[in-house]
C-alpha cells in the first residue's frame, strides 16, 4: 500500500508526512513535525470533539505559534481541519483568542510560508477561515464546508436542520463537488488515492503572495456572476465621526459600505467601513474587500476601519459561493495595507463572529465606542448550537480582559 492509501484522510496525512508529535496535545489540536521532499514540516491538526466548536483560548494560542514559527522560518504549515469553528461556550475568551490566531495566520500566509489545508467532515467558521489561508485545499469525501454551520443556516431560514429538503438543499451548497467547482484550489481526495502529488503542488514555495492574494480578490469578482455593484454613493454625516474627528471629515455611504477622510489631532487618516447593522454577504464583503486593496498599494495617511456589523449572511445563497474565501479576502487586503500603513479598527455598534476577526486581526489596535456589543455570535446562532443564548452586553472591562478590544471610546454623544 502507498503512503496515502488508507481510507481515512488524516491518516494518509499522517503516513505520507511521517509526522510525530512535537509536545502534548492542546485541548483539540495536536502539532506535529513531518518531512516532504527532504524538507521539515509543520502539521497542526484540529479535531472536532464538541458540537460548540474546537478552537478555545488554548488551541488558539498552540495554533498561533506555530503560524509564527512558520512566518520566520518560511517553512510549509500543513493543517488538518475537522472542525466547527471557534468554541462558541468559551465566550470573549475564544473570540479574543482566535483575533490572535487570525493575525498570526495572516502574518505567516502574506510571508509567503506554503500552507496546505486538509479538511475532514466539518469545516465551519473560524476553521473555514484558516482553510482560505492555505493556497490548496483537499476535501474529504464527506467534508462541508461554510461560514455557517447546518444548524445555524437552518435556524435562519426557519427549519429543522435533519429536514430531508433542507439537508438536500445544503448539501448541494456544502458538498465537496460544489467547493471544487468554485474553485481550482479546492480538490476533492478519492479514499485510498495517493496524496503526495497533491501536497507537492500546494507546498511548493511560494513567490508574492500578496500579489497571488490580490489575484485570488479579482477572480473572486466573477464567482458572484456579475459585476459588483451597488447604489451610488451619497455625503453622510454621523456624530460619532463628528467627535472622532474635530479637525473636519468628508464620509460617503453605498450600501451600508463607508469611506472618507477625516482630521483628528495626531493628522489626517483615510477610513472604510462597514455599518447599517446589515448582515455581510460576499457582494459587500468583496466591494469592503476591493477598496481595501487599493489602500495596500497607497503609501498613505494612516487607516481606520470602522465596523457596525454583528455577523456575516446566514443564506444557502452566500455559501453556494464560498462566503468564507471574500471574508478572507477583507482580512488578507487589510493585512496587505497594515505592511504599508497603520491600520486600526473602531467598533462603533455592533461586532461579531467572523466579520470581527477578518477586520480586528490585521488591526494593530482595536477601539469600540462607549456602549458597543462585541459577541461571539448573534443570539439566536449562539441559541441553535448551544440551545441559550446570553441576555446581558459585557462590559468593557470584559473586552479588554478577553483581548477583543484595546481602548474604549467615550464620545460623550448626545441623544
Avoid at 512558520?70 to 483575533?99: H, M, N, Q, Y
Avoid at 456544502?174 to 507537492?200: F, H, Q
Avoid at 450600501?255 to 477625516?262: I, N, S, V
Wanted: hydrophobic share 50%; net charge neutral.
Amino acid at each position: 500500500m502507498s503512503a496515502g492509501a488508507s481510507g481515512d484522510l488524516r491518516e494518509a496525512l499522517a503516513m505520507t508526512l511521517a509526522l510525530q508529535p512535537v509536545g502534548e496535545p492542546a485541548g483539540n489540536v495536536t502539532i506535529a513535525r513531518g518531512a516532504f521532499e527532504g524538507r521539515s514540516v509543520h502539521a497542526a491538526l484540529v479535531e472536532n470533539r464538541t458540537a460548540s466548536g474546537s478552537i478555545g483560548a488554548l488551541e488558539g494560542e498552540r495554533l498561533a505559534a506555530v503560524f509564527r514559527v512558520a512566518t520566520i522560518e518560511r517553512s510549509p504549515l500543513v493543517l488538518f481541519l475537522d472542525s466547527a469553528g471557534a468554541k462558541v461556550s468559551e465566550g470573549l475568551e475564544a473570540l479574543g483568542a482566535f483575533r490572535r490566531l487570525f493575525r498570526a495566520g495572516l502574518e505567516a500566509a502574506l510571508a509567503g510560508a506554503p500552507i496546505a489545508a486538509l479538511l475532514g467532515r466539518n469545516c465551519f467558521g473560524g476553521a473555514s477561515m484558516l482553510a482560505h489561508l492555505a493556497g490548496q485545499r483537499l476535501f474529504g469525501p464527506a467534508t462541508r464546508l461554510g461560514m455557517s454551520g447546518p444548524a445555524v443556516l437552518a435556524a435562519a431560514a426557519g427549519m429543522d436542520p435533519l429536514d430531508e429538503m433542507f439537508r438536500a438543499m445544503a448539501e448541494a451548497a456544502m458538498s465537496p463537488a460544489a467547493r471544487a467547482k468554485a474553485s481550482e484550489a479546492n480538490r476533492t481526495w478519492s479514499p485510498g488515492t495517493d496524496i503526495t502529488p497533491w501536497l507537492g503542488e500546494a507546498l511548493a514555495p511560494d513567490g508574492d503572495a500578496a500579489a497571488r492574494f490580490r489575484l485570488r480578490h479579482e477572480s473572486l469578482a466573477l464567482r458572484l456572476g456579475r459585476p459588483p455593484a451597488a447604489p451610488p454613493w451619497e455625503a453622510l454625516r454621523r456624530r460619532e465621526l463628528e467627535r472622532i474627528y474635530p479637525g473636519g471629515y468628508e464620509a460617503r455611504e453605498s450600501d451600508a459600505l463607508l469611506e472618507g477622510t477625516g482630521r483628528n489631532a495626531v493628522g489626517e487618516e483615510s477610513f472604510l467601513g462597514i455599518v447599517g447593522n446589515k448582515p455581510l454577504g460576499a457582494e459587500r464583503a468583496w466591494r469592503f474587500a476591493d477598496a481595501a486593496w487599493r489602500a495596500a498599494k497607497a503609501q498613505a495617511a494612516p487607516l481606520r476601519v470602522f465596523l457596525d456589523c454583528a455577523s456575516h449572511a446566514t443564506q444557502l445563497e452566500e455559501e453556494r459561493i464560498v462566503l468564507t474565501e471574500y471574508v478572507v479576502d477583507m482580512s488578507l487586503a487589510l493585512a496587505a495595507a497594515a505592511r504599508a500603513r497603520p491600520v486600526e479598527l473602531t467598533i462603533l455598534g455592533k461586532a461579531g463572529g467572523g466579520v470581527y476577526v477578518a477586520l480586528a486581526a490585521p488591526a494593530r489596535r482595536v477601539s469600540s465606542v462607549h456602549g458597543a456589543d462585541i459577541q461571539v455570535l448573534p443570539g439566536s446562532a449562539v441559541a441553535a448550537i448551544l440551545g441559550s443564548s446570553r441576555e446581558a452586553v459585557p462590559s468593557f472591562d470584559n473586552y479588554r480582559a478577553s483581548g477583543v478590544a484595546d481602548e474604549e471610546l467615550k464620545l460623550g454623544l448626545l441623544p
